[in-house]
Structure formats: C-alpha cells, structure tokens
C-alpha cells in the first residue's frame, strides 16, 4: 500500500499546478452552477443528479490493517483486485479532464478544523454543481488548522465502474461514476473522523444543540444534547426542533445537524456550516423552522420535484424517496447557536445523548439508559434502512455501530472509547435512547422473493409526541419506573403524549410480545458478542 500512497500523494501534488485546474470563488461557482439548475418559486435553484443516495456497497476502506476492510462484498473485492489499474487510469485522465478545485475548512476552532480541498471533473458541464455545493457546506479556508485533506470527484466515470476509495491514512478519496452530492459530504466526514481518532477524538454521526430550560421548582438549567441516529431517522429533524419551549428564560439552539467530535471533558467539536436535510417531511407542518430555511433563496436543493412553472413539491417522492436541500445557519431564524462547538460538560447542567433508533414492533417511545446501556446502545447502532442509505432496503431492521455508517477501523475500539469517555462523567453524562419509529408492525417475508407484506401497519411515534418527550426530560417533568424486561426506565408519564398507544399489548398477544423479546435480546447479545475486545460491560448490559 505503502507504493500506492506515493502515487496518490503525487498524483494530489500535482493537481496543485496543473493547468487544466480551475479555481473560482463563490460567487463564481453561484453563477457557473446554476444554468444547471431549475429555478424554483422561492429563487433558489434545484439540480438533479444521476445518482440519487450514496453508493455504500461500492466504497472501500485502503491502508494498513488498522483501516483496511476485511469483510468485502464480491463488487468490493473486485474494486480492491483492480486498484492498480484503476489509479494508473485515474491518474492519467485527472490530467487531461478539465477540474474545479474548491478549498475550504472542515470546523471552526483553533485545535481541529481539517483544510479540505475538492477536486471535480466538469467534463461533464452539470457538474460544476458539486463544488457549489460543497462551497455551501463548510467554512471559509482560512481557518483551517489541519490536517489535509482531498477527494477527487470523477462523476463521468463509467457506471460499471462506480467506486469509492478511501485512504484515512493519508487523507485522499476519489469518487468515481457517482454524481450524489452525499459522496463528498461524507468522504470528507469519514476521513476527519479517522485523524480526530488518531488524535484521541471520537467522531459521532450525530446533531448537537443547547437547551436552556425552567423547572418546575423555577430554576433554569442548561443542557447540552447529542443526538446519534442513521440518516432519515429524525437526528436533523430534532435537533433543529425547538421542542415548543416557551417558558420564560428558556431558550434551545441549533449547534450542529451531522457529525462532531467528542472529547474526554465532554465538549464536542462541530463540523459544517451548512445542514444537508431531506425534505420529505417539510412541508407538513411539524418542522416549520427547517420549512422556512428550505425556501430561503440561498438554499439548494437536491433532486426535490419541481414542476415547469418553479413550484416545489418537496414532499413528493416521484423522483426519489431521498430528496435534499443545503441550507444555511443564518435562515434558520434565530435557531443557530453562535459557535458550532458544544462546550465541555463541567460547563452544563447535563450532557444528554440520545441514540435515535427507528424500531416498529415492541420497543417504548424512550427509555433512560444507564452509562453501561448506553454503549450498548451505542454499539447495536439499531433502526432501519432509509432511502437516504439503500433505497432498496428501505423499512428492513439494520444494525450500525454508533448509527454511524463511516466509523473507519475498529468498531469495538469506538464502543469501548465512548464508553471510557461517558463513564469520566457519571453525575454529568445522562444517556437515553428514543424510538422515532412506533409499536405494533406485523410483516410477513416471501421466502421465496425475500419481498416484504406488511400484515399490520405501525403506530408511529409523531413528531410533535417526540418534541414533547425532550421538552419533557429538559424540563424534569417526566414520570419514571423500571421496566423489567429491559431492565432501564421507561416512562409512566409525559404531558402531551398519550402513552397507551404504544403499549404492545393493544397490538399483539402475550405469545407474540414474548417472542419479539425474545428474539431482539438474543440477536443483541450475539451481536455484542461477536465484537473482539469489546468492554465486557457492554456485552453484560444486554442481557437479563
């Protein structure tokens, strides 16, 4: 690997000072991009690509043994036994296509802000979108602190050969025959995630806000808030809520939507200045500060349907099920906090870390989690395959350590390092995990076809039920007991939610509800035991 870095590294030098380089500014790329676009009733612009969610099962881990993927699918194997001829060929065509380079910061603090550097092919012209996009998404290059990063975009290469390749080590991706926009977002997350590793950070796929909030005795506390969850399972949609706190002295902020990375004393260092929200659930009603932000005419929108005369239908899913917008922190009416960064926990009442899963049968709106359970919670990463993951799996039981789909290297190391770090603050660090899915879902699968029938729908959680939950926590107000089957608490009370209506047993028999207990604890704990090395704490949390 080690003769592969020094193509790659020179190959990424090169690009520097070839001439078929480009390197507009912002205002540049605004008006390079949106010919491309379709403009859209509230003056911004809409671009479609080719490719519509990330190409998850074509991206490949490259490097020493602490980052290489051992459990290769066949399209990876070949992608891995063809990467010598695949970067002769990439290295080659980077100097002839004509490239857009874009520069900017990953974070905004003075200890780890990752100078990220983008390279696209516009061969073909509609890609000039990419950088713009990018450009919408993070800081401004002068802050950067370090370490370098690149990824190179060749959207035009051949679709049978669609791939990611990543190198954490050295901080180099390219993304090959995949226009998404989601690939460039992530390639630069997952590859800051593995040198905030090496620098003893942990990287979490999760939002982060501040609330400040009056309890029934009159006091106003302050509560920072992490919250994990897979893309589409409600993490953009929460931590973006305001939970309805209208009390005098109280206040919730916005601090970051996608990734961050959590330090021993607790603080959490943000990532974006852009949020990269789906918005299918909009236009609803119930996130009205994420709705006025998408029609903001600074916003860009992601294959959204927009008819001939510019109307947005954000909630249709003709197109896609995984329609996106960038939008900005200064439309989000006040909602941003000023700095990206959650302070350290010696600094707040409490840290609460909400794991969001997404779960339809038996499992309780919320539930208050011991710091054991919590890395439990951690590591079984539960919910359900979204569109914005693998369309064709959408609504399928999924398992991903930390519900973060770009850990790079060791995932019982990343359980056993949150765990280290939760545990440095047991009267600081509360964890819980909420279910925005719902109780009550019967499927049925073809054994044959593997299709899924769907026997009895779900009682789903709403929004506005899970927005009661949090203000409920913040506010002190939530009424606890032990449940014994899971041994943690779950809730007996929670003003505004009508907790009856998940109670399993309107839903199922008693034989039924002892098999989904059953089978859940079992695969749990073979899923936690099939972990090396992983803190026997954890593994012990799962069970009776």
Same mark, same amino acid.
Request: hydrophobic share 35%.
């Given at each position: 690997?080690?003769?592969?870095?020094?193509?790659?590294?020179?190959?990424?030098?090169?690009?520097?000072?070839?001439?078929?380089?480009?390197?507009?500014?912002?205002?540049?790329?605004?008006?390079?991009?949106?010919?491309?676009?379709?403009?859209?009733?509230?003056?911004?612009?809409?671009?479609?690509?080719?490719?519509?969610?990330?190409?998850?099962?074509?991206?490949?881990?490259?490097?020493?043994?602490?980052?290489?993927?051992?459990?290769?699918?066949?399209?990876?194997?070949?992608?891995?036994?063809?990467?010598?001829?695949?970067?002769?060929?990439?290295?080659?065509?980077?100097?002839?296509?004509?490239?857009?380079?874009?520069?900017?910061?990953?974070?905004?603090?003075?200890?780890?802000?990752?100078?990220?550097?983008?390279?696209?092919?516009?061969?073909?012209?509609?890609?000039?979108? &990419?950088?713009?996009?990018?450009?919408?998404? *993070?800081? $401004?290059?002068?802050? /950067?602190? @370090?370490? #370098?990063?690149? !990824?190179?975009?060749?959207?035009?290469?051949?679709?049978?050969?669609?791939?990611?390749?990543?190198?954490?080590?050295?901080?180099?991706?390219?993304?090959?025959?995949?226009?998404?926009?989601?690939?460039?977002?992530?390639?630069?997350?997952?590859?800051?995630?593995?040198?905030?590793?090496?620098?003893?950070?942990?990287?979490?796929?999760?939002?982060?806000?501040?609330?400040?909030?009056?309890?029934?005795?009159?006091?106003?506390?302050?509560?920072?808030?992490?919250?994990?969850?897979?893309?589409?399972?409600?993490?953009?949609?929460?931590?973006?809520?305001?939970?309805?706190?209208?009390?005098?002295?109280?206040?919730?902020? &916005?601090?970051?939507?996608?990734?961050?990375? *959590?330090? $021993?004393?607790?603080? /959490?260092? @943000?990532? #974006?200045?852009? !949020?990269?929200?789906?918005?299918?659930?909009?236009?609803?009603?119930?996130?009205?500060?994420?709705?006025?932000?998408?029609?903001?005419?600074?916003?860009?929108?992601?294959?959204?349907?927009?008819?001939?005369?510019?109307?947005?239908?954000?909630?249709?899913?003709?197109?896609?099920?995984?329609?996106?917008?960038?939008?900005?922190?200064?439309?989000?009416?006040?909602?941003?906090?000023?700095?990206?960064?959650?302070?350290?926990?010696?600094?707040?009442?409490?840290?609460?870390?909400?794991?969001?899963?997404?779960?339809?049968?038996?499992?309780?709106?919320?539930?208050?989690?011991?710091?054991?359970?919590?890395?439990?919670?951690?590591?079984?990463?539960?919910?359900?395959?979204?569109?914005?993951?693998?369309? /064709?799996?959408?609504?399928?039981?999924?398992?991903?350590?930390?519900?973060?789909?770009?850990?790079?290297?060791?995932?019982?190391?990343?359980?056993?390092?949150?765990?280290?770090?939760?545990?440095?603050?047991?009267?600081?660090?509360?964890?819980?995990?909420?279910?925005?899915?719902?109780?009550?879902?019967?499927?049925?699968?073809?054994?044959?076809?593997?299709?899924?029938?769907?026997?009895?729908?779900?009682?789903?959680?709403?929004?506005?039920?899970?927005?009661?939950?949090?203000?409920?926590?913040?506010?002190?107000?939530?009424?606890?007991?032990?449940?014994?089957?899971?041994?943690?608490?779950?809730?007996?009370?929670?003003?505004?939610?009508?907790?009856?209506?998940?109670?399993?047993?309107?839903?199922?028999?008693?034989?039924?509800?002892?098999?989904?207990?059953?089978?859940?604890?079992?695969?749990?704990?073979?899923?936690?035991?099939?972990?090396?090395?992983?803190?026997?704490?954890?593994?012990?949390?799962?069970?009776?």
């Amino acid at each position: 690997m080690r003769l592969y870095y020094e193509e790659i590294n020179r190959a990424i030098e090169q690009l520097r000072d070839q001439d078929n380089v480009a390197r507009p500014d912002g205002d540049q790329l605004r008006r390079m991009a949106e010919p491309y676009g379709v403009r859209t009733e509230f003056g911004n612009v809409n671009y479609s690509s080719t490719i519509r969610a990330r190409s998850k099962d074509l991206s490949v881990m490259l490097g020493s043994d602490k980052v290489m993927q051992t459990d290769l699918n066949p399209d990876q194997k070949r992608i891995v036994r063809d990467l010598p001829e695949t970067l002769k060929k990439v290295h080659r065509y980077l100097q002839h296509t004509p490239l857009v380079c874009t520069a900017r910061t990953l974070g905004n603090n003075s200890e780890f802000a990752p100078h990220c550097t983008i390279y696209v092919s516009t061969h073909r012209k509609d890609s000039i979108r &990419l950088p713009y996009m990018w450009y919408k998404t *993070l800081f $401004d290059p002068k802050h /950067a602190t @370090g370490p #370098e990063l690149n !990824l190179v975009y060749i959207p035009e290469w051949q679709e049978k050969d669609r791939q990611a390749l990543v190198f954490p080590e050295i901080g180099v991706t390219y993304v090959l025959g995949t226009d998404y926009f989601g690939e460039a977002k992530k390639g630069f997350l997952r590859m800051s995630m593995w040198c905030a590793r090496v620098r003893g950070m942990l990287g979490l796929h999760a939002g982060s806000k501040l609330i400040k909030t009056r309890t029934p005795d009159g006091k106003i506390k302050r509560y920072g808030v992490l919250l994990l969850g897979l893309t589409a399972t409600g993490k953009t949609t929460h931590s973006a809520h305001t939970h309805y706190l209208d009390r005098p002295g109280e206040e919730v902020k &916005l601090v970051q939507d996608d990734m961050v990375f *959590l330090k $021993d004393d607790g603080s /959490a260092l @943000g990532s #974006e200045s852009g !949020l990269f929200i789906k918005t299918d659930s909009l236009e609803d009603g119930s996130q009205p500060v994420l709705y006025e932000a998408a029609k903001s005419p600074a916003t860009v929108f992601e294959n959204v349907m927009v008819d001939y005369l510019g109307r947005v239908y954000m909630s249709d899913e003709t197109l896609t099920g995984n329609g996106r917008a960038v939008v900005q922190r200064e439309d989000l009416g006040g909602l941003a906090s000023e700095s990206i960064n959650l302070p350290p926990v010696e600094e707040l009442d409490k840290l609460l870390v909400c794991f969001i899963t997404r779960r339809n049968t038996i499992l309780p709106p919320l539930a208050r989690l011991t710091p054991q359970q919590g890395a439990a919670a951690f590591m079984l990463g539960e919910s359900v395959h979204t569109s914005g993951s693998n369309p /064709a799996l959408a609504g399928q039981s999924i398992r991903v350590v930390g519900t973060n789909p770009f850990i790079v290297g060791d995932e019982a190391t990343e359980g056993n390092r949150f765990y280290e770090i939760i545990s440095q603050h047991p009267d600081k660090v509360q964890c819980y995990q909420l279910n925005t899915g719902g109780v009550g879902e019967l499927i049925e699968l073809d054994e044959r076809t593997g299709e899924r029938k769907v026997l009895q729908e779900v009682d789903r959680v709403e929004i506005s039920e899970m927005a009661a939950i949090f203000r409920g926590i913040v506010r002190g107000e939530i009424e606890w007991e032990t449940d014994p089957t899971w041994n943690c608490e779950v809730p007996t009370k929670v003003e505004d939610v009508d907790l009856e209506r998940f109670d399993p047993h309107r839903f199922y028999d008693q034989e039924q509800i002892d098999t989904f207990i059953r089978d859940l604890r079992a695969e749990r704990i073979e899923y936690l035991e099939s972990f090396t090395g992983l803190h026997p704490d954890i593994v012990a949390a799962a069970k009776p």
